[in-house]
């Protein structure tokens, strides 16, 4: 007897191969994603403004990392004891305009030149609700905690989410033609819009997602959503807010996107590198034991290897712990 639906997803015309670099861009889904391909040794950059969710706030960190922006005190606003900016996320802001200036000007010059050597970027939209800013007249990234009636809530047309993020990628195209793009759509559920709003929101990203991947070869679908609320559909997959998938559906999430969208080939090293992460959370009762010293060797000779065979590879950090152990 089976219990749930299982789909077939194609794999990727291209696919992601080491060493190749990833930037990730979008809802707080995207860090999931990152998490699991650092781990793996993938050279990463994600979220240059911090989290998004809606299109436009993405293609303005786009736009923004691609012209090099510069922000100065005149982008930066006072409140509640701290200085902040309408596009970044809240880790950007800071006790004095001097200490969040330098936190936005260097995430955007670092990934300025990341950007221009990537491979691949990842965008992961959360919800085509946007907030305006009644007096400033603009969408923004973060409200901050403002009150609630410096802004009006806005559902973002189908047609001015495909004209931001196709403005994006044509952005991209000319910053750096050998970029591939692959959308996704977070499966987050934004219940507090409710779950018909929510709905109405997730559909227009989809169907301006795929407008998109059309008109563009070198932009994929990744259906994260579809694999969540149809293949596993179950609240034994979501955390305890019903909102947010938990690890086992982040992890079968992550299974899929190794199949469709990573070179088989990489799979081996994948595995190697993710045991020597396993082995520094390794417990030992005796730590001076010859057995423990020798575990450490392996996994130390194990790093060395690595980064001689694949000096793309950075085991820095993990060859320190093993010997200090």
Known sequence: MQFQISFPIAKQAKQIAYPDKITLIGSCFTENMAKRLEDRKWQTLQNPHGILFNPVSVHTCIRDVVRKQVYTQDHLFYLNEMWHSWLHHSRFSGVTPEDALQKMNASIAEANAFFKSSNWLVIT?????????????????????????????????????????????????????????????????????????????????????????????????????????????????????????????????????????????????????????????????????????????????KCVLLEKNYPFFNLTAEKEFFTKK
């Not at 409200?143 to 809530?153: C, L």
């Not at 008109?215 to 179950?234: G, Q, T």
């Not at 947010?244 to 469709?260: C, D, G, L």
Request: charged share 25%; aromatic share 12%; hydrophobic share 40%.
């Open 125 to 301: 939209l959360g919800s085509a609700f946007a907030y305006r800013h009644n007096d400033l007249d603009m969408h923004v990234s973060n409200n901050h905690r403002a009150p609630a009636q410096w802004f009006t809530k806005e559902l973002l047309d189908t047609n001015f989410i495909i004209a931001q993020m196709q403005s994006s990628i044509a952005m991209l195209k000319e910053f750096n033609p050998a970029l591939q793009i692959i959308f996704t759509i977070s499966p987050v559920r934004h219940l507090r819009d409710g779950v018909i709003d929510n709905n109405r929101s997730k559909s227009r990203l989809i169907e301006a997602v795929h407008q998109l991947v059309n008109a563009n070869d070198h932009c994929y679908y990744f259906p994260s959503y579809e694999i969540v609320i149809d293949e596993l559909r179950d609240y034994r997959f979501f955390d305890i807010d019903f909102a947010h998938p938990n690890y086992s559906a982040t992890e079968y999430v992550w299974e899929r996107f190794k199949e469709i969208a990573i070179d088989e080939k990489c799979y081996e090293r994948m595995e190697e590198i993710y045991k020597i992460k396993l082995a520094i959370h390794h417990k030992t009762q005796n730590p001076a034991s010859n057995a423990h010293q020798q575990f450490l060797q392996t996994y130390l000779d």
